[in-house]
């Protein structure tokens, strides 16, 4: 009798157990579930309703830069139409604390001198701001650079878009004129000599008309 006894508790422990652990399985992918919904609801790169934005959600090629209106450090608000104005823009995200960076400011200073206005351009990102003690150095080392091209202080978008995959600095990339990043993503500095070679052979690969 006992044994019967016995034999039925253990049954009913093992039923137990089996019927919690289905429970919990069941809520792992529920919520699991709901991750995925909230993250495929977030991502910037899903085009729903009047979201225009395609290509990849990694900053790397094909991935279109998101929308954005950023103050440049004169206070003039640019935005994606800068891209249009050229075949090719050059963006360099530096930061006020870089010695690299800051070292091939003056170089990166004479190459829009070295291509026709309407097939080059650059844009900086002080990825280091907004600060205002930044922007007040970022400022004064574009004056002593001889920087004219335009730097912007990064808005939400460019925060948490175009810089979430950027995790050293200097780091460059090249966009066309619809916005849409063409070729490698580059990182370290360069000579103004290796940085014409780049800039030729990519206004070279870009498609005749572009």
């Known amino acids: 009798m006992n044994r019967t006894r016995m034999h039925k508790n253990g049954t009913s422990k093992l039923t137990l157990l089996i019927v919690a652990l289905v429970i919990i399985l069941v809520a792992v992918i529920v919520v699991s579930a709901l991750q995925d919904a909230r993250k495929s609801a977030a991502d910037p790169g899903t085009t729903t309703g009047t ?20 103050s440049d450090l004169r206070g003039h608000i640019i935005d994606n ?12 995200v530096w930061g ?38 930044n922007e007040a150095t970022a400022r004064q080392l574009t004056s002593s650079t001889g920087v004219t091209y ?42 103004k000599t290796e940085w014409m070679t780049v800039i030729q052979g990519m206004l070279a690969s870009l498609p005749t008309g572009s």
């Open 51 to 70: 979201d225009t934005a395609t290509g990849p959600g990694t900053l790397g090629t094909g991935y279109v830069v998101r929308p954005f209106s950023a």
């Open 150 to 191: 335009t730097n912007v202080i990064p808005d939400r978008s460019i925060s948490t878009e175009m810089l979430a995959d950027v995790s050293v600095v200097p780091t460059t990339f090249f966009v066309d004129r619809t916005g849409k990043v063409v070729g490698q993503v580059l990182t370290g500095s360069r000579s």
């Open 81 to 92: 139409t800068f891209f249009a104005k050229q075949r090719l823009t050059m963006v360099n």
């Open 96 to 133: 006020t604390f870089c010695g690299p960076c800051i070292r091939e400011m003056p170089d990166l200073a004479q190459l829009p001198g070295e291509f026709p206005a309407t097939d080059f351009a650059i844009l900086g990102v002080i990825a280091d701001t907004p600060d205002t003690a």
